[in-house]
DNA sequence: ACAAACTGGTTTGCTATACAAACCTGAACG
DNA sequence: CGTTCAGGTTTGTATAGCAAACCAGTTTGT
């Protein structure tokens, strides 16, 4: 084992946590999504899912639009910059990891 | 992203806490290891490192030998045949989402 | 010989987190 | 109209992580 263990104490648990590296990398990859969608995917409840999508926000790594669909609520997710910069690092430490285990 | 969230979802969290993380990678490439030696490789405090290997003891993941040094208390850990498989299980699972994000 | 300090841990208390149930607002429908 | 449904948010609870405090026994200093 050549591996760092500091590299494994650091890993952004933010993202870390499973229920959100699911909302993250469906994020990463549809330029944004909208509340329904990501609950249908994740199998989240709601109130699970709004908790993690508030949590994604404060944390700087979603912006969430709140609008309208027709006359029905809207929220819709999209994942920034910093949010992107922040997934491609825990990715490239989850790499490092599991090559190095 | 051809990647299945279900397999997000059912990492076995009990080793995905980077603390236990640490602890099951070096207790994987050494036989065993003794409680300072553990703490020593994983700079966590006495108590948090006393509390997972708890944990991870009545997963069954690992078996604690409390003997003596000499004179002095000396706990040793061993990850056994069920941790070993499943830190294999976590590390495919790990390596499944590397590849497909 | 006895107090002070150190070893090797465990227990306790606090905080934060995840999770789901209950709740809320407004639109659609019969 | 009142019931149901869409789209969420708030609240309550149980669990988890963490470090401080504690404890049993050993060594050291005087």
Redesign the interface.
């Known amino acids: ?1 050549s ?1 760092d ?1 500091r590299k ?4 952004d ?1 933010l993202i ?1 946590e ?2 959100r ?2 909302i993250v ?2 994020l ?2 549809v330029d944004s999504a909208d509340f329904l969608y990501l609950q249908r ?3 989240l409840t709601k109130g699970n899912l709004s908790s993690h999508l508030s949590k994604l926000e404060a944390a700087g790594y979603i912006d969430i639009q709140k609008t309208y669909r027709g006359k029905i609520p809207l929220t819709v997710c999209k994942l920034n910059e910093t949010g992107r910069e922040a997934f491609a690092i825990y ?1 490239s430490q ?2 490092y ?2 090559e190095n ?1």
């Open positions: 084992m591996l263990l494994v104490a650091e890993v648990r870390h499973p229920a590296m699911m990398t469906i990463s990859v995917e994740t199998e990715r989850l790499k990891i599991v285990t």
